[in-house]
């Protein structure tokens, strides 16, 4: 019987064992962004940035440079290589609290200077690799091991909305929020990474993707249910969507 290949691992993903722990949507994330590579065929110029976290093993799975930042760095660090490299595709890769928490300064201030770098924020509610505690993305009522009765606004604030946040700085030309959570979501994910690194590539400015990612281990569900809790739960405070595109087709 002839067979057809439908799927192999992407050329500029090294073929390792990922450390994520099985089902966990970093590693999804991950082939999305080395297909887009691939297929803009940029390997050789693409540089990421590294975050703490449980991402922060990325420069052994991307098959291109990668450089490792302190907590909440990235996006100052991949200013600083764009600019000193200026045809590269630059790509910082970080997590809700390194990004939005601890580098919250460094986040909002390249994407204020309209920095053209590409942020790959991933966004699953909670500080995964140091045991689940809140992050500044958390459910209001979201149980942590920081907020064992349920995040309290009135004592740790409301979740904070980056793709919106992100999208009201005028040097930023491309903001979105997708999911990996379901098929329909994986391909407009990688739609959103593919035009995020065309408009950087065409040096057009700052790009932005959030993806709604799950952390099944510390939300304490399995897989499947995380998933369903991203498509049934999550996405009703941060919902999917376009929050800037300066370059709509
Ligand atoms: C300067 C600094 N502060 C704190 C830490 C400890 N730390 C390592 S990972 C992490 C949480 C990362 O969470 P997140 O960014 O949401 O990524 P995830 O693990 O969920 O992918 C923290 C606080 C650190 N490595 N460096
Ligand atoms: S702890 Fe959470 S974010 Fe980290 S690898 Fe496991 S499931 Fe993924």
């Not at 691992?9 to 887009?36: F, K, Q, W």
């Not at 407009?188 to 993806?211: C, H, M, N, P, W």
Request: with cysteine; glycine share 8%; charged share 20%.
């Amino acid at each position: 019987m002839e067979q057809t290949i439908i799927y192999e691992r992407p050329s500029s993903m090294v073929d390792l064992r990922l450390n994520y722990c099985p089902g966990c949507g970093h590693g999804t994330a991950h082939r999305l962004i080395c297909e887009a590579v691939d297929e803009l065929d940029v390997r050789e110029r693409t540089i990421a940035v590294a975050p703490v976290g449980c991402a922060v093993n990325a420069y052994d799975y991307f098959d291109f440079d990668v450089c490792e930042a302190a907590h909440g760095r990235a996006a100052a660090v991949a200013t600083g290589i764009k600019r000193v490299l200026p045809d590269r595709l630059v790509i910082s890769y970080q997590g809700d609290g390194d990004l939005a928490s601890i580098g919250m300064a460094e986040t909002i201030h390249a994407a204020n200077r309209g920095e053209n770098i590409t942020v790959i924020f991933i966004n699953n509610a909670n500080y995964g690799m140091t045991g689940g505690q809140m992050a500044p993305t958390s459910l209001v009522g979201q149980i942590t091991t920081t907020t064992p009765g349920g995040r309290n606004p009135s004592t740790e604030g409301y979740p904070i909305k980056m793709a919106e946040l992100i999208a009201t700085f005028p040097g930023v030309k491309y903001a979105v929020r997708t999911t990996v959570a379901d098929v329909r979501g994986v391909r407009e994910t990688k739609k959103a990474i593919r035009k995020a690194f065309e408009l950087q590539l065409d040096g057009k400015g700052y790009s932005f993707v959030e993806i709604l990612s799950n952390c099944n281990t510390n939300w304490k569900m399995t897989p499947v249910e995380s998933n369903k809790y991203i498509t049934n739960e999550l996405v009703n405070f941060f919902p999917i969507g376009v929050y800037k595109d300066d370059y709509k087709e």
